[in-house]
């Protein structure tokens, strides 16, 4: 028979799921804001670049001026936090602690170094689905009914699905189903009454993770699991329909720039897919990443020359992208020259979005 509920397993381990998510998209947030900032930048030591670092005592006094923390200890802890986490390193990891002094962090999402496991993996990918239905014109977030009571931005599962196949996120009508039950596990979607599991059928569904509400920096330091939120104040709230009106719009960051980038793709990476974006290592867990190099090897397996590239009928194809970006940039890191590659893709970024891989 159908499930009364999700069950009390299910939400205790949907909550600490829910906990690890609001860690990565803090982190995340606090990464582009010092950007925006210009905080992370590359800096010289001993003669030496690191690029797209920041320096630990500038940050703390940023912290507390734009009053994310009361003092230097409270500040110091928020970030302890992300460097336990592998949120950020130490730009040559020769320090485990975060420490109020001019030595140079980097957010590991800035160098590729950023370990996945399975969980994160769902996060990000439920982020990206989630970015790219708010960015594109359709027609899947509505106001429907479902036995007699009404909910504001729902999701028909099986358009959701209709909707993942058209776009490539997945390849069979299973997959999506499937993919659709690890969202819901995760605390990123739920069925709009919490009776029932995510099904390719006509049931109702609906985002429970805003993932552009603004964090405090200091929820970091909140350890206390959820409980599933039914508050219209909550980042997770239902959007259940109100006679009041109220305002319930995402804040965002209005895309304001455009760029075209050409690149040569290999033929036979023509159909990987974006979960396996050499921007990440495959570390197993979030906190027991193995030491990296200060600044990552490339990811070319080998060196391409220009004139092979544009051989034709060669092993590569050109192709065309149209990024649009953020306040920030476009999402993907370029090393190299003659020719210049590729080096990281930020998997929820612009560029992502549009299509571009590792």
Known sequence: REMDGIGNTMQKKAAELERLAEVLVTGEQLRLRLHEGKVIKDRRHHL??????????????????????????????????????????????????????????????????????????????????????????????????????????????????????????????????????????????????????????????????????????????????????????????????????GNTSFLSVSPTKEIKVVVGVRRSSMSSSCGSSGYYSSSPTLSSSPPVLCNPKSVLKRQVSPEELQTPGGPFLKKTFTIVGDAVGWGFVVRGSKPCHIQAVDPGGPAAAAGMKV
């Open 48 to 245: 030496r670049t690191y690029p797209n670092c920041f320096v630990a005592k500038e940050v703390i006094d940023w912290l507390i001026e734009h009053k994310e923390a009361s003092d230097r200890d409270t500040a110091i802890k928020i970030m302890q936090k992300l460097l336990d986490q592998s949120i950020i390193h130490h730009v040559c990891d020769e320090h485990r602690e975060f420490r109020d002094m001019k030595l140079f962090y980097r957010f590991r999402k800035d160098d590729g170094t950023f370990p996945l496991d399975s969980e994160a993996k769902v996060f990000m990918r439920g982020q990206r689905i989630y970015e790219k239905l708010m960015n594109t014109e359709n027609n899947l977030l509505q106001t429907r009914e479902e036995e007699g009571e009404t909910f504001e931005r729902t999701l028909v599962a099986s358009e959701f699905i209709d909707w993942m196949l058209q776009e490539g996120e997945m390849a069979t009508r299973e997959e999506a189903e499937h993919l659709g039950r690890r969202l819901l596990e995760h605390g990123i979607i739920q069925h709009v009454s919490n009776k029932h599991h995510f099904v390719d059928g006509p049931l109702l569904y609906q985002f429970r993770m805003n993932f552009r509400r603004r964090r405090r920096l200091i929820e970091l330091l909140h350890e206390r699991s959820r409980s599933i939120p039914e508050s219209h104040d909550s980042p997770f709230c239902l959007r259940k329909q109100n006679s009041d009106g």
